[in-house]
């Protein structure tokens, strides 16, 4: 099972970035994924999530309304669409997979997942 994160990049504050994660294996075959971040000198956070069947997503409440998750099961391929990007958002974005229940606060918690992607840099400047 691999996952590989991209679309990350330097962007100007209220500036928009698409984040993908590619699966291979069976890392999608579970229910659920999810995307979280770690800031320079900062522990790493839950962001957004969204169950691979259906339409369940849930986010942090600091990107609710800027940030959109979504999944093409196609490309088993999941995104990360954000938007009024602010400088608070830099840091390294990672795509996490595996869990398989749709469970508070079990899909917002890091140590749920045990695949991860390598993490793709975004960088918002004033």
């Known amino acids: 099972v691999q996952l590989q994160a991209s679309g990350g990049g330097s962007v100007q504050a209220g500036g928009s970035l698409r984040l993908s994660c590619a699966a291979s294996?069976?890392?999608?075959?579970?229910?659920?994924m999810a995307w979280f971040r770690q800031a320079p000198g900062k522990e790493r956070e839950f962001v957004a999530v969204?169950?691979?069947?259906?339409?369940?997503?849930w986010y942090e409440d600091d990107v609710k309304g800027r940030f959109t998750i979504s999944r093409d099961n196609a490309k088993n391929t999941g995104y990360l669409q954000m938007n009024s990007l602010k400088l608070e958002d830099t840091a390294v974005y990672y795509c996490?997979?595996?869990?398989?229940?749709?469970?508070?606060?079990?899909?917002?918690?890091?140590?749920?997942?045990?695949?991860w992607g390598q993490g793709t840099l975004v960088t918002v400047s004033s």
């Open positions: 294996g069976r890392a999608f075959g579970s229910s659920v």
């Open positions: 969204i169950r691979w069947t259906g339409n369940l997503t």
């Open positions: 996490a997979s595996g869990l398989s229940q749709w469970r508070l606060p079990d899909i917002v918690s890091i140590t749920e997942y045990p695949y």
